[in-house]
């Protein structure tokens, strides 16, 4: 009997102590909702170097945290895949936690999306650019490559369909004559690999031409993007746009506009959806 009385008593106290954490204890919101997973049909691409992981408003490595109306926000309509590979509402910075150890400030990715939501109404960004990369370094195989595939990978797994490339790099090959000259073959090869992975012959590639470089071999690169000749691969040029003090990086609005840019270059592809 005192077995059984000792018994109740544990079973009592053990309902009791449920009550109170059940209506006291609030556990965490999960950031990925399957809700938000299934809703993302729209997957676009943000790769390359600096200019594309955004330094728009950081000078001497602090950001002034300025949003242009452009590049505002957009909750439960534009989503960015964290470095976690989770879905979360997409903000500036969208690479701060993709290109880290690095100051991130506004790039041309949320500038992008606001601009094609009538086309496109849930969009997911992922950012893989990595600032100072090299166009040698994002060579199938490479860690850049594949960190770009394996992130991409994950983005799709819900039903996602992956809409474009947007590419934005080229600054560090203009350091040197060799990469400089080999660079229209690299990035040749760079956007049929990509097209042959995805399983997607014909993705839109919209690719910005340099404003700025590293080195003295920037023409040589402009040239070299501007003469790929592949098919739905588009080009629009960042030249003569805004630079930060620091006579690399684009400004906040510069960005703003190669944003723009690059939405206009989508919603003209004869491939948009």
């Given at each position: 009997?005192?077995?059984?009385?000792?018994?109740?008593?544990?079973?009592?106290?053990?309902?009791?102590?449920?009550?109170?954490?059940?209506?006291?204890?609030?556990?965490?919101?999960?950031?990925?909702?399957?809700?938000?997973?299934?809703?993302?049909?729209?997957?676009?691409?943000?790769?390359?170097?600096?200019?594309?992981?955004?330094?728009?408003?950081?000078?001497?490595?602090?950001?002034?945290?300025?949003?242009?109306?452009?590049?505002?926000?957009?909750?439960?309509?534009?989503?960015?895949?964290?470095?976690?590979?989770?879905w979360?509402?997409?903000?500036?910075?969208?690479?701060?936690?993709?290109?880290?150890?690095?100051?991130?400030?506004?790039?041309?990715?949320?500038?992008?999306?606001?601009?094609?939501?009538?086309?496109?109404?849930?969009?997911?960004?992922?950012?893989c650019?990595?600032?100072?990369?090299?166009?040698?370094?994002?060579?199938?195989?490479?860690?850049?490559?594949?960190?770009?595939?394996?992130?991409?990978?994950?983005?799709?797994?819900?039903?996602?369909?992956?809409?474009?490339?947007?590419?934005?790099?080229?600054?560090?090959?203009?350091?040197?004559?060799?990469?400089?000259?080999?660079?229209?073959?690299?990035?040749?090869?760079?956007?049929?690999?990509?097209?042959?992975?995805?399983?997607?012959?014909?993705?839109?590639?919209?690719?910005?031409?340099?404003?700025?470089?590293?080195?003295?071999?920037?023409?040589t690169?402009?040239?070299?993007?501007?003469?790929?000749?592949?098919?739905?691969?588009?080009?629009?040029?960042?030249?003569?746009?805004?630079?930060?003090?620091?006579?690399?990086?684009l400004?906040?609005?510069?960005?703003?506009?190669?944003?723009?840019?690059?939405?206009?270059?989508m919603?003209?592809?004869?491939?948009?959806?």
């Amino acid at each position: 009997m005192a077995n059984t009385g000792l018994k109740l008593t544990m079973f009592f106290l053990f309902i009791i102590t449920y009550e109170y954490w059940s209506s006291h204890v609030k556990l965490p919101a999960l950031t990925n909702s399957s809700s938000s997973t299934h809703l993302i049909k729209d997957v676009f691409i943000l790769a390359g170097q600096s200019n594309m992981a955004g330094r728009g408003g950081v000078i001497d490595r602090y950001w002034d945290g300025i949003i242009p109306p452009e590049v505002k926000p957009s909750p439960g309509k534009i989503f960015r895949l964290g470095g976690d590979l989770r879905w979360v509402d997409a903000h500036e910075p969208l690479h701060a936690d993709i290109d880290i150890n690095k100051t991130c400030g506004v790039g041309p990715g949320m500038a992008f999306a606001n601009a094609v939501l009538r086309r496109y109404p849930v969009i997911g960004l992922v950012p893989c650019a990595i600032g100072g990369s090299g166009i040698e370094e994002w060579s199938r195989g490479g860690r850049l490559y594949e960190l770009l595939t394996r992130r991409v990978g994950a983005a799709v797994k819900g039903g996602g369909v992956i809409r474009a490339v947007l590419w934005f790099q080229g600054e560090r090959d203009t350091l040197n004559i060799t990469n400089a000259e080999l660079y229209q073959e690299r990035l040749h090869t760079l956007f049929i690999d990509l097209r042959t992975d995805f399983k997607l012959p014909l993705l839109p590639v919209i690719q910005v031409a340099l404003a700025s470089g590293e080195g003295p071999y920037v023409e040589t690169v402009r040239k070299a993007q501007q003469a790929i000749n592949l098919p739905n691969v588009m080009t629009v040029d960042a030249k003569g746009l805004l630079l930060q003090p620091d006579g690399l990086h684009l400004s906040t609005n510069a960005q703003v506009q190669v944003g723009k840019m690059l939405a206009h270059a989508m919603l003209q592809s004869h491939y948009a959806r």
